[in-house]
């Protein structure tokens, strides 16, 4: 649990309710006890007025049926089961016998539930700012206007994939600004070093300016 609060920045105070966002039906069913989908119903909802505010916010000038398939871009189920796989959220999932066998650890429909039971879990646990700055992490404006031309990450790591014993993480080292307007700064380490920190709006954006910075200093052409 350390692990995965020192990628999103939080720290829960009652570890229970992170417990709770982790628990699948599939293992409530077969183990006793409450699942993830009251919380995923809270989380829904504070993902939709989080991401609504935001675009209202950044697309002053936008109809609504333009806002309303942006926002639907960024959040719908592929794009939550993305952000939940960049912080690896599969790996904390509880899940029963059949549905991990089945890889329900990856499936995009378990983890966009279990992104959306976090940011509830989140919510109760230390109020609708710290929720807004875990939305605000992932949502990305750029990513809808196509701004991030070159997939910096990607090309770092297919370059680090030639050393198959080199291990490549994204950690999220620091955050400033208001909530609606949030700053991210994120390191990229490889084998356990710093080897560049990226600065960006979003989370995504710091780790593709990160993995540009690693790439210039290999002094790979960009």
Do not use: W
Request: charged share 30%; net charge negative; hydrophobic share 40%.
């Amino acid at each position: 649990m350390k692990e995965l609060e020192k990628k999103i920045g939080y720290e829960f105070r009652d570890p229970e309710l992170f417990r709770l966002a982790m628990t699948h039906s599939s293992y409530a069913n077969e183990n006793g006890g409450k699942d993830n989908e009251r919380l995923e119903f809270l989380g829904d909802s504070v993902l939709g007025f989080v991401s609504a505010e935001y675009f209202y916010r950044n697309l002053p000038d936008e109809p609504e049926g333009i806002l309303t398939r942006d926002r639907a871009a960024q959040v719908c189920e592929k794009a939550l089961a993305e952000f939940a796989r960049s912080i690896g959220l599969g790996g904390y999932l509880l899940l029963g016998k059949g549905e991990s066998a089945s890889g329900g650890a990856d499936k995009p429909s378990v983890l966009s539930d279990a992104f959306e039971a976090l940011i509830a879990a989140i919510y109760l646990d230390g109020g609708l700012e710290n929720a807004k700055r875990f939305v605000l992490s992932f949502v990305d404006l750029g990513a809808i206007k196509q701004e991030q031309v070159v997939d910096y990450k990607t090309k770092l790591q297919e370059i680090i994939q030639h050393n198959p014993e080199d291990t490549l993480d994204y950690v999220l080292s620091g955050e400033s600004g208001p909530a609606h307007d949030p700053s991210f700064e994120v390191d990229v380490v490889l084998d356990g070093n710093v080897i560049a920190t990226g600065v960006g709006k979003s989370k995504k954006k710091a780790e593709q300016d990160a993995a540009r910075q690693a790439l210039e200093l290999m002094g790979i052409k960009l």
